[in-house]
């Protein structure tokens, strides 16, 4: 995929989230830096991450690792961390923003996995 619509996202059949505390349906909070103006793309505060959220309309959804893109040879995701470059592409290519801190942390992370790590 390189460029995913709004709409077909929102039409998939994801749950909705608790907006008002930014809390995934895991009850882990969601990180923010600010009020989106458009659709803002986050992690949870974790250790581990199992998807990406949108922030959107009102509404939480679930991005799931599969939205992401291999760029460069790198691979789109390791284990729990997605690639920071993959992410910043989709949150381009889909018209979203793309959280500060967030996108800190993804950074942090993808430094620190360990280069042996299965890659996907």
Not at 80 to 88: D, G, K
Request: proline share 5%; net charge negative; aromatic share 10%.
């Amino acid at each position: 995929m390189t460029k995913v619509d709004i709409q077909e996202l929102l039409d998939i059949d994801y749950e909705t989230y608790d907006f008002e505390h930014l809390i995934s349906e895991n009850g882990a909070q969601l990180v923010s830096d600010s009020n989106p103006v458009r659709p803002k793309l986050t992690v949870e505060l974790e250790s581990k991450w199992y998807s990406l959220y949108l922030i959107c309309e009102g509404s939480l959804r679930k991005v799931g690792f599969e939205w992401l893109e291999s760029i460069g040879g790198e691979p789109a995701f390791v284990d729990h961390v997605p690639n920071p470059a993959s992410v910043r592409k989709l949150a381009e290519d889909s018209g979203w923003e793309l959280c500060g801190l967030a996108e800190e942390l993804i950074e942090g992370r993808w430094a620190l996995e360990p280069k042996g790590a299965s890659r996907t």
